[in-house]
């Protein structure tokens, strides 16, 4: 059974258009993880929630934003998405050294 | 700042070699690595870790070494299968710091 899921697996939006990417576990891992992947590339985190912590990466723009309402679930959403934030964009969790990923939402901006 | 990186961007093995996989990283006060294999189209899946306590752990056909002098921690793939090829990411995940920091990836490519 998939421990982290992620929906949907793709979605289209248009230049500007806002949109949100959602991500839920089953595991109920303390910490959730946002990574932007684009294609060729490594996984670059964005933010982290340890609890209701938020943790924002220095260089995440500020167009990204996350909710997480409870343990369970994570959203992150993108204000104005711009044809440069079309990506892989990753859910992962972690307890201890017990990290998981979810399978991905690509993205395409029109 | 911190970096992990990898030497090589592609490595192709023929099927049944051994494979070795580099990574360099920058933060002598990592304490945590894992190594993930991504394929095309899927998330990275977790293939094996190592702490800085260690030199050497092995697994089912994969092996990691760290050397810490040097900074640097190598996968060994042994009998490389078509199965193998993916993209394989070091990541430092400093146990202190609840982050990954990932390194640029190696695509593995496996002819039979």
């Known amino acids: 059974d998939a421990m982290v899921i992620q929906n949907p697996r793709y979605q289209v939006t248009q230049f500007g258009k806002p949109v949100t990417l959602s991500c839920s576990q089953t595991l109920n891992h303390n910490v959730m993880y946002w990574y932007q992947q684009k294609s060729s590339q490594a996984p670059k985190l964005l933010f982290h929630y340890y609890d209701k912590d938020f943790n924002n990466e220095a260089d995440t723009p500020d167009n990204f934003q996350s909710r997480r309402p409870n343990t369970s679930f994570c959203f992150l959403d993108i204000r104005s998405p711009g044809l440069g934030d079309a990506a892989m964009y990753l859910c992962a969790t972690r307890s201890g050294d017990e990290q998981y990923f979810g399978p991905g939402t690509r993205l395409t901006v029109t | 700042g911190e970096s992990v990186g990898l030497h090589l961007p592609t490595l192709s093995v023929q099927e049944g070699d051994n494979s070795i996989i580099n990574c360099a990283y920058s933060?002598?006060?990592?304490?945590?690595f894992i190594w993930y294999k991504q394929e095309s189209g899927k998330g990275p899946q977790f293939i094996i870790d190592?702490?800085?306590?260690?030199d050497k752990r092995q697994g089912q056909r994969v092996t990691v070494l760290l050397n810490k002098t040097v900074k640097h921690l190598s996968l060994q793939i042994a009998a490389t299968q078509p199965g193998d090829s993916a993209v394989y990411f070091c990541a430092d995940a400093n146990t202190g710091f609840q982050k990954l920091v990932f390194g640029t990836g190696t695509r593995l490519l496996v002819s039979p």
């Open positions: 190592i702490r800085s306590n260690m």
């Open positions: 933060n002598s006060a990592s304490d945590y």
